[in-house]
């Protein structure tokens, strides 16, 4: 991939239109504290294709992981459990990556998706530096079933916008907190997936 020069958007980098293979490394060795609640770095992507994308870590808000201007996706690989959960959670705070702030038609239309089974579809507000909470919810066991999850961090969790939605201005995914006073606002993607209590 060539990633030619940086746009001199200041402390941002701005990364050309291309499929590109993010870090996604997941270290066997490490504990995981709990299985059941898994949150991801926004910046720890495995797998991207937008127009333009980047890391933003400045402002006041919260960090976040931004993709434009159209279309594109975003895939994020979480750990299974070794039975299927009871159900499925997704929460996320996003907001479109529209170079026109404010405007409010600048939306997207984010199409969550788990190994390529769609979940449903969320119309996010335009970029104002930190977005609104999103939830996706699984409670049918059937539909959880469907997810076809499995033991070990093989799963892939994809956020898009598709190229057939009518409200394609990117995607923006929100991480940790940049000032203490937003710490208790900061909502990474975090994934619940409670197990069946067992006697």
């Not at 201005?169 to 069946?196: F, N, W």
């Amino acid at each position: 991939m060539k990633l030619g020069g940086l746009i001199p958007f200041g402390f941002v980098l701005v990364l050309p239109s291309c499929l590109m293979k993010g870090p996604a490394v997941v270290n066997e060795h490490l504990p995981v504290p709990d299985p059941h609640r898994q949150v991801l770095d926004v910046a720890n992507f495995s797998d991207a294709d937008w127009e333009y994308f980047g890391f933003y870590d400045g402002g006041t808000t919260f960090e976040h992981q931004y993709g434009g201007k159209g279309a594109g996706y975003y895939d994020y690989r979480f750990r299974g459990l070794d039975q299927p959960p009871t159900s499925f959670t997704v929460r996320a705070r996003m907001s479109a990556e529209s170079n026109e702030r404010g405007r409010p038609h600048e939306k997207s239309e984010v199409t969550l998706a788990v190994n390529g089974v769609e979940i449903g579809t969320r119309t996010v507000v335009p970029d104002d530096t930190e977005g609104q909470v999103y939830e996706w919810k699984i409670e049918d066991p059937e539909r959880v079933r469907n997810l076809n999850l499995k033991p070990g961090d093989q799963n892939i969790l994809r956020f898009s916008v598709k190229e057939q939605a009518s409200l394609r201005h990117g995607l923006c995914l929100y991480g940790a907190a940049l000032s203490k006073d937003r710490s208790q606002d900061a909502v990474p993607i975090t994934i619940e997936m409670p197990a069946e209590q067992t006697r």
